[in-house]
């Protein structure tokens, strides 16, 4: 059973703290993303990556980094909180191209609010 | 750039009838389309999905079409139950050369089925 996990379900943060967001999958997937969640907008990508050490911009990285150190885990780094970041945060997984299987696999998902 | 357009945004239906929700793409590199239900509160789950090289495939009440000459794919729910009240999200994946992968999302479509 393919498991995702996101380190809070809730998180407060002010204006200007720097915050980090963990996200850790079981499935030694290759291929691990960090999406924000908006109403009427869908989700939208904000890094990902493909490899350990490696990361590629998504659609809107600005005001974000990522670290992915190890496989399994894939952080997201908000530098200095706006209160624009105020969102829900969803990690995903997913095993490279050419295994049987590709599907993206979410965590349940981390609701920030900056104030 | 990549674009998924989906619609429409709010749809409502009673208990048996069907609903058809559609997206259109950009990006004709684009060769895998899933679909995602997400109920509330909850992550986002697969529950169907289809490859460029099909028109077209069905698992008992959904069915997803696609015609790629027109950059548009379909799902279609047939003999809808209230639990299939969720807002369900069109995707298309993008390869990229090292075999890494990107989805687009839709902005989302917010389906309440009503006894």
């Known amino acids: 059973d393919v498991k995702v996990t996101q380190s809070s379900r809730y998180l407060v943060k002010r204006t200007g703290e720097k915050v980090f967001l963990e996200c850790v999958q079981d499935m030694d997937h290759e291929n691990m993303f960090w999406y924000r969640q908006d109403p009427g907008l869908g989700l939208r990508l904000i890094y990902f990556?493909?490899?350990?050490?490696?990361?590629e911009k998504g659609d809107i990285p600005e005001g974000y980094s990522v670290s992915r150190e190890k496989k399994e885990r894939f952080s997201l780094i908000l530098e200095s909180a706006s209160t624009n970041q105020t969102s829900m945060y969803l990690c995903?997984?997913?095993?490279?191209?050419?295994?049987?299987?590709?599907?993206?696999?979410f965590g349940p998902g981390t609701r920030l609010t900056v104030l | 750039g990549e674009n998924v357009e989906q619609h429409p945004s709010t749809l409502s239906v009673q208990e048996g009838d069907s609903a058809v929700i559609k997206c259109t793409y950009s990006?004709?590199?684009?060769?895998?389309f899933p679909w995602y239900k997400q109920e509330l509160g909850k992550r986002p789950q697969l529950i169907i999905d289809i490859r460029s090289n099909v028109g077209e495939k069905k698992d008992q009440r959904i069915a997803v079409t696609l015609n790629k000459t027109a950059k548009h794919f379909s799902l279609h729910i047939t003999e809808t139950q209230p639990e299939d009240s969720a807002v369900y999200f069109c995707a298309a994946r993008r390869l990229f050369s090292g075999g890494y992968n990107k989805l687009i999302f839709g902005a989302g479509t917010r389906l309440a089925v009503h006894p």
């Open positions: 995903a997984s997913s095993p490279r191209v050419g295994r049987l299987y590709n599907e993206q696999f």
């Open positions: 990556s493909y490899d350990v050490k490696m990361k």
């Open positions: 990006d004709s590199a684009s060769n895998y």
